[in-house]
């Protein structure tokens, strides 16, 4: 779960690369946020994930998801999705990359 499937993560960058291509967007004024979400299933604390220690009866951990810290929803353990789209006013308006990470912070993805 740690990535958007890479085939759909390439569609979405091929179709903001031709869009900018075409001039239909500009991809040179862009915004970008990323928005945290929780995995199902238990979580696995900060310290024991820390040493890599899954507690004894704890099955079906998401050993891939991390501890994401939201404005919104406080503290996550989960992924965090990342998008970033064109916002030129003279423009569409287009997605042009997503991904899906463990990453807190968007200057990493970018």
Known sequence: MGEIAPQAEAQIQALGLTLSLEAMTDATVAASDGSAFATPGPVWHKKGKAARIIPEGLHGVDVEADWIQSDYHGWVY??????????????????????????????HVL
């Open 78 to 107: 989960g992924y965090k999705a990342h998008v970033s789209i064109s916002v030129a006013p003279t423009t569409v308006r287009v997605v042009l990359d997503a991904c899906v990470t463990g990453s807190a912070c968007e200057s």
